[in-house]
């Protein structure tokens, strides 16, 4: 995570490694050649509002220089200075709008020009740098009217012919030399790609944390880009995919605009750019934190396949070498899973795979997201080397239309990727920050609730869990008070309620008979279990009172002789005195709940009793002045009930008192026997 508050300070290429690549690519250049390389130009987004500037790659590649409408020509063997700049001059007025310029003199200074002219100036300067070369090193095609630009000054000089002129007379691709260069990175710029990747991967970690269902595609994206930001980057390095459910099984999936529902897996592959260095990442996570069974056991192919592609990774070894070794895992994982069948290998042969895993294991990485190199040399796959960097990138995707596979299968879309650096004796992944296990997925999505986080990504989305937490617990909380309420309701008056009911002298249909009856027995089984609940906590609390008073009174009374002939039948006196008392409460709070539990079951026979004489009642159809009477009675015997219940509760005082006097005794006349 980035440091908030605190500047941030990045990786850079310095100036001499920028003059070395030109000093490079000029030993490799034909003799009497020039080459030419324009800057990139600023893009209008709409009407006159304009992206943000972003230099061309290879330009940048050889200068450092980060500025729009500027030329580098090379001129090996130049007596006046080998690399000449045509660039925007200073102007004050322009700068107050556009920001500032280096101007000529500022390039000589800042990034090693041996001479630097207005870009207004090119076309007189640059015909005459042009004639008496044989060769002009230009990557035709990628700017039309740049491509006009050089075509004319060509022609200027072939005009100038027959007055001597010598024009060049043959044009070669300047790609096929900077861009193999560009393969091959050195430490400065795997130090800046290493940086970019961690980066990356905090914004990975950061989105998984606060990925929660109910949240947009583009909630999800935000959490990325402000890690990038927050860290140094520059931007992002691509558009980035943020597909949940089967937007997953979208390659290039870029609308984002989708919700991330409960259940579903996404997929995001996002990375920065840092210092004009990209990075790729791309991971795949329950969007509620959990995979299910199905996710998790296509989560694990992939997983798995990945894995045995790094470990092809070396010098030696050649670029298809990770394609293969993921095709052959994916379509194995594929037939254990039955969702292909028939043998391995002619499954392999024949690309059965294909409808599920359609694409490339990888890619080369650097200034460009998918970067310059060539991936085969004279038809023969590349042969890996130190200094190159690639993505490994395998996945699996079952549409959500695909008929073929089994129903749980359809929707599912998983990809994993990170970025690999070929080293001397193997490869180091500069992605690894990234968790990527089943395990550690679950582990930093859904943490333990007592682990408090400190983690300032985490603050806000553990904050809303909290909130939400409490609002569960004051709701679980009003139910339960509710409940004690209820219960705390005696059964005379639910018998009462029985009573009083008026009963109507019409007819009553089965049906009728049969819900009064459903009724009483869901109120029987309630009344029995909140009279278990109040008689339990009445117990405990009673043992605990009383084991209490008999261990005060113990402690006061029990004083152990100082004899040291007579020490070891003390301590056994004393064990006997302290067990005791544990003994007898126990055997008293036995009987209390023998008790209680009997005077429980005659409150609910006779509840019990009463609505079954209004049952009959209902079901007998008696006339009213018997229903009447009938309702006299059940007033006379609740009134007897009520003085009854008086009487035993009464009662049950006082025998509580005895047993407690009982027991109190009992412990005294043993510690007088003890000493």
Known sequence: ??????????????????????????????????????????????????????????????????????????????????????????????????GYREGPEGLCENFGADDAFPITDIDDILPGLMEGRERVYYSMGKRPEFDKQVMDWVNVLRSKARSGAHPPGEFLDLDHLLHDMRLYKSAAEIRVMKEAADISAAAHTRAMKFCQPGMMEYQLEAEYLHEFTASGAQAAAYNSIVGGGKNACILHYGENNAMLRDGDLVLVDAGCELNCYAADITRTYPVNGRFSKEQQALYEVVLDAQLAAIETIKPGSHWNHSHDETVKVITQGLLNLNILQGDLQTLIETEAYRPFYMHRAGHWIGMDVHDVGDYKVHDEWRVLEAGMVMTVEPGIYIAADNKDVAAKWRGIGIRIEDDVAVTADGYEVLSCDVVKSVSDIHRLMRPSVNNASSDPAQIDFIGAIDDGEKVAVKKVAAKKSATKKSVKKPVKAVAKKVSNKKV??????????????????TKKTATKKAAKKVVKKAVKKIAKKVVKKVIKKAGKTVTSPKKPIVKKLAVKKKKAVKVAPKKAVKKAAKKIVIKKAAIKKKTV????????????????????KKKAAVKKKTVKKVAVKKVAKKSAAKKLIVKKESVKKKVVKKTRSKKRSAK
């Open 1 to 98: 995570m980035a440091k908030r508050n605190k500047p941030v300070t990045t990786s850079t290429i310095s100036k001499r490694e920028f003059e070395r690549r030109r000093r490079e690519l000029m030993l490799q250049m034909e003799p009497d050649s020039i080459a030419i390389l324009p800057s990139a130009n600023t893009v209008i987004r709409n009407r006159d509002a304009e992206f943000k500037f972003r230099q061309d790659s290879d330009f940048h590649y050889l200068s450092g220089f980060n500025e729009p409408d500027a030329v580098l020509v090379l001129v090996p063997g130049r007596k006046h200075g080998q690399c000449l700049f045509f660039c925007r001059e200073r102007n004050q007025e322009r700068e107050l709008w556009d």
């Open 504 to 521: 109507s002298n019409k007819k009553v249909s089965k049906k009728s008979v049969k819900a009064t009856t459903n009724k009483a027995t």
């Open 605 to 624: 026979k006779k509840a019990v009793a009463k609505r079954a004489v209004v049952k009959e009642s209902v079901v007998n159809k008696k006339p009213v």
